[in-house]
């Protein structure tokens, strides 16, 4: 059987190291060595400054938005993971959705501007596949407006945008570490601040609001990650380029093998280092993609409808209609990919798509 992806484990002996000193020190949770580490390590690999590892990227959005004190309307893509959506929702905000872009998938940064009201508070734009919105033109319409930016960047460990991290755009980008994305911790996420202050309180927020054993410097959650999902972060952190070295071969492989077919692939914004996360193909059709996924699936092979259907269809919104993403939505799969995906079934899933 083939899914969409495939988990990377480290060996197993690696990971037992870091057990171990989890054992020794009875140190299993509440920003232990290892929570530190992993973060030092992730912000230079990743040449960011602030940094702060979460238990999952959904609670990384909520405390971003609880951070920023948003209010009010939220404008946001109706094409993304749900949780973009959701975290809006959650914590007590509207979503405004606007509709994206037919090329690139993102949010269309042309659009916004209409969207937004005496009620709007902020943006929250989705970085689609680790592609880039166009975070000029969002950065100069958030400016004029004073309104603040948000990216949900699921999929962009190690994207760089015009030679650095795309984590640098924005109040707050929030990266998860789910144990399908390219890197991860089995469960995990990231919250990146562009600013000291608001990195701080997003540190209280994240940890019940204490300041000290016995004062609490406002209100907060439990959004910490435990010793045990850092050790895995830290086995999977030296085997990262090898892991996009070998999914950018797959992708190629799939770019070749369909490149005469009735398919579309992603266009990448220019500019963009991309790091392979997903393989999307966009069918001329829905009737065309269901009969491409039932083939699949006769065959053990389960690419997946991600992301479907489009947000503004969700049962506990307002209806509203954005033709681009409702179409998108009904004709794009992503392929399965990941680093231990052979040329020979790359070869078996493009003949028979």
Partial sequence: ??????????????????????????????????????????????????????????????????????????????FSYVATVSSIVWEGCKPVFVDIDPDYLTIDETKIERAITENTSAILATHVYGN????????????????????????????????????????????????????HTGEGGAIVANDEELAARIYYHHNFGHRGEEEFWGLGVNAKISEINAAMGLSVLPYINEIICRRRQVCEKYAEMLSTKNTTALRLRDHTDWNYAYYPV????????????????????????????????????????????????????????????????????????
């Fill in 1 to 78: 059987m083939i899914n969409v992806t495939q988990t990377f484990l480290p060996p197993l002996e690696e990971y037992t190291e870091y057990l171990k000193e989890i054992w020794e020190s009875k140190w299993v949770t509440n920003r232990g060595v290892l929570v530190r580490d992993l973060e030092a390590r992730l912000r230079e690999r990743l040449g960011i400054d602030n940094l702060l590892v979460v238990n999952n990227g959904t609670v990384a959005l909520q405390v971003a938005i609880k951070a920023l004190g948003l209010t009010g309307e939220i404008i946001t893509t109706p």
């Fill in 282 to 353: 966009l069918f001329p059709s829905e009737s065309a993609l269901l009969t491409a996924k039932g083939r699949l699936n006769e065959h053990q092979i389960f690419p997946r409808r991600y992301f479907y259907p489009s947000l503004n269809r969700l049962p506990y919104l307002e209806a509203s209609t954005m033709p681009v993403a409702e179409d998108v939505s009904r004709r794009v799969l992503c392929l399965p990919l990941s680093a231990e995906l052979t040329d020979d079934n790359v070869d078996r899933i493009a003949q028979l798509i």
């Fill in 132 to 183: 880039p919105c166009n975070v000029e033109a969002i950065k100069e319409t958030a400016d004029r407006h004073n309104l603040k930016v948000i990216y949900d960047a699921a999929h962009c460990f190690g994207v760089n945008y015009r030679g650095e991290s795309i984590l640098k755009w924005g109040a707050v980008s929030t990266l998860s570490f789910h144990a399908t994305k390219l890197f």
